[in-house]
């Protein structure tokens, strides 16, 4: 069993390379086996880089988002640490074991080779319905590129279906979105100069997420073949070209059914939010998305077939 002192010594103590917190990339844990969320907001932490203090200061915060410890060195001690659930990874996201309402001052953690671990607030493990053996999805919540796990079939979408995908990103932004609602009967009825007149649709279970600001999720009041408005209070200047991921999740089962990532520009501020266009400007194309990604294009498939089941 590793003593107090031994397990600080896991953590590095200085790091001239730990990002500011609103740099980190934030992640969502989705455990494919019950279609749960575990976390919609957990922060990676590079334990080879990052300073003790910089993990510790985490901790304290940790009722507000998770934390990925990758690698996992441990779990540093400190005198106001929080009841935590943590779930031990191997390198394919697998889980190894899991440890529910850990608390620093009756209990010991186990000695543990892990590849990495995610670290909860107490009660998430129980909500998630996450077991051993269970292998658990970790997605940039801004671009949908998985940093660990794999969905269930999820790379074994169809030829057919992976063109069919790769085609549709080939038509731009709007012609998906215009093809998409057109394929629903529903074709905007205004002409290509009147943007804002586009048939809008509300879709239930709707929210984003940006790849700046505010990491929580939030409400998409409607969505066109132009663009789509979100209720937030993040405001940027007009002309603002961002990364946005789009996700519907189901409002019963609070399961997440799609979730794509579109580059979308900043049109207009209104007083509860902020109107997007997608974004097809080649100059603004982000390299990770497109008919190069086989992952996206599953996304993009999969948020296609939802949204045309209504």
Same mark, same amino acid.
């Not at 889980?95 to 990495?116: D, F, G, K, N, W």
């Given at each position: 069993?590793?003593?107090?002192?031994?397990?600080?010594s896991?953590?590095?103590?200085?790091?001239?390379?730990?990002?500011?917190?609103?740099?980190?990339?934030?992640?969502?844990?989705?455990?494919?086996?019950?279609?749960?969320v575990?976390?919609?907001d957990?922060?990676?932490?590079?334990? %080879?880089?990052?300073a003790?203090? +910089?993990?510790? /200061?985490?901790?304290?915060? =940790? #009722?507000? @988002?998770?934390?990925?410890?990758?690698?996992?060195?441990?779990?540093?001690?400190?005198?106001?640490?929080?009841?935590?659930?943590?779930?031990?990874?191997?390198?394919?996201?697998?889980?190894?074991?899991?440890?529910?309402?850990?608390?620093?001052?009756?209990?010991?953690?186990?000695?543990m080779?892990?590849?990495?671990?995610?670290?909860?607030?107490?009660?998430?493990?129980s %909500?998630?319905?996450?077991?051993? +053996?269970?292998? /658990?999805?970790?997605?940039? =919540? #801004?671009? @949908?590129?998985?940093?660990?796990?794999?969905?269930?079939?999820?790379?074994?979408?169809?030829?057919?279906?992976?063109?069919?995908?790769?085609?549709?990103?080939?038509?731009?932004l709007?012609?998906f979105?215009?093809?998409?609602?057109?394929?629903?009967?529903?074709?905007?009825?205004?002409?290509?100069?009147?943007?804002?007149?586009?048939?809008?649709?509300?879709i239930?279970?709707?929210?984003?997420?940006?790849?700046?600001?505010?990491?929580?999720a939030?409400?998409?009041?409607?969505?066109?073949?132009?663009?789509?408005?979100?209720?937030?209070?993040?405001?940027?200047?007009?002309g603002?070209?961002?990364?946005?991921?789009?996700?519907?999740?189901?409002?019963?089962?609070?399961?997440?059914?799609?979730?794509?990532?579109?580059?979308?520009?900043?049109?207009?501020?209104?007083?509860d939010?902020?109107g997007?266009?997608?974004?097809?400007?080649?100059?603004?194309?982000?390299?990770m998305?497109?008919?190069?990604?086989?992952?996206?294009?599953?996304?993009?498939?999969?948020?296609?077939?939802?949204?045309?089941?209504g």
């Amino acid at each position: 069993m590793l003593s107090p002192s031994e397990r600080r010594s896991t953590m590095p103590v200085e790091s001239n390379s730990s990002q500011p917190e609103s740099a980190k990339a934030r992640l969502r844990v989705f455990n494919p086996t019950e279609k749960t969320v575990v976390m919609p907001d957990v922060v990676e932490m590079d334990t %080879a880089r990052e300073a003790f203090s +910089a993990v510790a /200061l985490r901790l304290k915060e =940790i #009722a507000g @988002g998770g934390i990925w410890l990758n690698p996992y060195r441990g779990i540093p001690r400190v005198s106001w640490m929080p009841d935590l659930d943590i779930v031990y990874l191997d390198e394919h996201g697998e889980v190894l074991r899991c440890i529910e309402s850990y608390r620093q001052s009756t209990m010991e953690l186990p000695e543990m080779t892990a590849s990495s671990a995610v670290v909860l607030p107490a009660g998430r493990l129980s %909500a998630a319905r996450i077991q051993f +053996a269970d292998q /658990l999805e970790i997605r940039d =919540i #801004a671009t @949908g590129v998985r940093k660990a796990g794999r969905a269930t079939g999820e790379l074994e979408a169809g030829t057919d279906q992976m063109a069919e995908a790769a085609e549709e990103t080939a038509k731009g932004l709007k012609g998906f979105f215009g093809g998409l609602f057109r394929g629903k009967k529903e074709a905007a009825k205004a002409g290509p100069s009147d943007r804002r007149r586009g048939r809008r649709h509300v879709i239930p279970g709707s929210v984003a997420y940006f790849s700046i600001g505010s990491p929580r999720a939030q409400e998409v009041s409607n969505i066109s073949t132009d663009g789509f408005y979100v209720r937030t209070e993040d405001r940027w200047t007009e002309g603002t070209s961002l990364l946005v991921a789009l996700q519907i999740t189901n409002p019963m089962s609070r399961e997440v059914e799609a979730m794509i990532s579109v580059q979308s520009k900043v049109v207009r501020t209104g007083l509860d939010g902020v109107g997007f266009v997608y974004d097809d400007d080649p100059a603004h194309r982000n390299t990770m998305l497109g008919a190069g990604n086989p992952e996206q294009l599953v996304q993009l498939q999969r948020f296609k077939q939802r949204i045309q089941r209504g």
